[in-house]
């Protein structure tokens, strides 16, 4: 579990024993049973990381938009409702070559509009002869990016790299060297589930 379900789910067991203390326990229930939405949501479970060379879905949820043909860019879209895990993980192994934090609005995170105009932490990866960037952007409800890493540090493929706090979208860019081996509709899971696989190099190098 994430340290902040802890903490949150403190906080509010807290405020209802002491209405329960003041008043009586219907006051109380609310704020219970929000300590164990809180402890619920936090949940961070581990995840089998596929070898070979692949690109790992960085968030739990679903497909919501593949745009591009593939010739330069491809642009996944992973939308998070406040039920799925929210921990983010690393597409692919490599170094945090850039981190660009922009401010924006607070969108409903399954609108298209939510790409470009909310508020968003756009991190690139840098790993052999590829790089990977992906946009945690933040939702409706979602008011906090956490990112843990910074520009130079390592990290491996599925490792656990952030979170965006309660419902929230994720933008994964590729280039043409990817071949998209998902679909719009499809529910992924951040670490586990192959959103795209590496083409073998073609031609000189």
Known sequence: MVKDGIYYGIAFAAAGALLWYLLNAAFAAPLFLLALFCLYFFRDPDRTIPDGPVAVSPADGKVVAILGDGAECTRISIFLNIFNVHVNRAPIGG????????????????R?????????????IAGGSTSVRFAQIAGLIARRIVFNKKPGDTVDKGERIGLIKFGSRVDIFLGPEWEIEVRPGERVSGGSSILARRREPTGRN
Request: charged share 20%; proline share 0%.
């Open 95 to 110: 170094r945090i070559a850039n981190v660009e934090y922009t401010k924006g609005q607070f969108l409903a995170a399954s």
């Open 112 to 124: 298209e509009m939510a790409s470009s105009q909310n508020e968003r932490n756009i991190v690139t």
